[in-house]
């Protein structure tokens, strides 16, 4: 056990180093961005095909990619904007040509399925001026992520170790984006701040992504502290939640800050039931020890932002008056798409037409930040099963072998990140993957337990 937890704290170390150092790198010389991008998927591509995916390499790249996603495109790495969610399925589809899917999976084959009938109907509904394979494939990325993300996991034994690394390979690319963060606005003291969104706290980019990707690696770095007993990593993560806490809610967006808050809670109420008694009273300690923290990144957000930071969480101007639309216009977009699948329930208006659609209702051409509703609205009844599929298989999975303490978390995080910022990374959908992951905890071996079938 020692021999075990001290080479995967090197090993965690090493990266940690590395990582740091990448941030800096491309900070410095941001024209090797997209070349040391090419030569990490190769690498991957590499591993996985030699070991032929038998550690479950292909679900460490594909959780390295998610994790990395928008700091590859805030650098510009990236070869075209949707690379990430490609990387990611790619990797995927060859880890199950090595290692096969479980015959469990027919729910999100139909699931897949389900998608492609809106392809048809928008090639019959988008405009002939607008740019037909770039509205479909925004929009239908992000869903087939999802379903080969499924695919993947659902049924999959994983030992533990292997589990753990896999969070640790898409929190490393979160730390490296951090630090490139530091190096880029490392104070708020001469930048101008904004209510809507900070660009000057994000080095330029959307602040909504940066904010959901930043709140995922502080619900990491939480799970860390709680299921990690070693002083020396425990005080590393402790400051790195620190810094990427204060650069979450700097960016001014809310979406990503409250949903890792959610997920926090919801891996404590599955973490408290799997605690043995003698180890209660040293998490209830740890919870206290981060709740001091959170209120410490609080306090001091709100002096670097002159208590700007408490009027965006309270939602009021700068001024201090109260708005009246806390969801910054997202109710009336939800609207525009409600309206289109009561006036096209059947065969919905096509994929990547909601746009167009609320160009005509509105008069601006805006995406999606909800992805239920962009299912009603584009892929119609087709939508409502698809939606039905994704919320109670993963119930189903759980109640019948209560094996992952992340899954409500995990669950959490993609149906509150696509209810606010839609599928526009490939995150969300890959954390709906790995709920659905069977983790084998091979230290403990109990007499009596399900008997998982694979195949």
Not at 215 to 231: A, K, N, S, V
Not at 295 to 319: C, D, H, P, Q
Request: proline share 2%; hydrophobic share 50%; glycine share 8%.
């Amino acid at each position: 056990m020692k021999d075990f937890n001290y080479i995967n704290n090197q090993f965690y170390l090493r990266m940690l180093i590395l990582h740091i150092g990448y941030g800096l790198v491309i900070y410095l010389f941001p024209s090797l961005a997209k070349i040391i991008l090419l030569g990490i998927m190769a690498s991957f591509l590499f591993v996985i095909i030699d070991r032929k995916n038998k550690g479950n390499e292909a679900l460490m790249a594909a959780a390295y990619i998610a994790g990395g996603e928008v700091f590859f495109r805030q650098t510009g790495a990236v070869i075209f904007y949707e690379t990430g969610k490609y990387a990611v399925i790619v990797f995927l589809l060859i880890g199950m040509f090595f290692k096969g899917a479980s015959s469990k999976t027919i729910p999100y084959w139909l699931y897949l399925l389900m998608l492609f009938p809106g392809v048809v109907v928008a090639s019959m509904t988008i405009s002939y001026d607008a740019d037909f394979r770039k509205l479909v494939a925004f929009n239908i990325s992000g869903p087939v992520c999802l379903g080969v993300s499924a695919l993947y996991c659902y049924y999959k034994k994983i030992k533990r170790e292997d589990f753990q690394r896999v969070l640790l390979m898409m929190l490393m690319p979160l730390i490296a984006q951090m630090m490139y963060l530091y190096f880029y606005t490392p104070s708020m003291d001469d930048v101008k701040i904004s209510l809507s969104g900070n660009y000057a706290a994000t080095a330029g980019f959307g602040p909504n992504q940066i904010s959901s990707v930043l709140g995922l690696g502080c619900f990491l770095l939480c799970t860390r502290l709680l299921t990690i007993r070693d002083r020396l990593i425990n005080l590393i993560d402790t400051i790195l939640l620190i810094m990427m806490g204060y650069r979450a809610l700097i960016t001014f967006s809310r979406g990503g800050v409250l949903t890792a808050a959610v997920c926090v809670v919801c891996f404590l109420i599955f973490f408290y039931y799997k605690q043995d008694a003698k180890k209660i009273e040293g998490t209830n300690l740890r919870i206290i020890g981060m709740g001091i923290i959170f209120l410490l990144v609080w306090f001091f957000s709100s002096m670097e932002t002159s208590g700007l930071i408490l009027n965006r969480y309270t939602n009021k101007n700068e001024a201090g008056e109260l708005k009246e639309d806390i969801t910054t216009g997202r109710v009336e977009i939800i609207e525009t798409e409600l309206t289109a699948f009561y006036h096209h329930p059947i065969t919905g208006i096509g994929v990547g037409k909601g746009r167009e659609y609320r160009r005509e209702q509105l008069g601006i051409g805006i995406n999606t930040h909800n992805e239920i509703s962009r299912l009603l609205s584009e892929h119609g009844i087709l939508g409502i099963f698809a939606l039905a599929i994704l919320i109670f298989v993963p119930i189903i999975f759980w109640f019948k072998f209560q094996n992952n303490y992340y899954f409500l978390a995990f669950v959490a995080f993609w149906f509150l990140t696509i209810n606010h910022s839609a599928m526009r990374i490939a995150q969300p959908a890959f954390v709906y993957g790995l709920a659905l992951l069977y983790i084998v905890d091979e230290k403990k071996n109990p007499v009596h337990r399900k008997r998982l079938t694979s195949k």
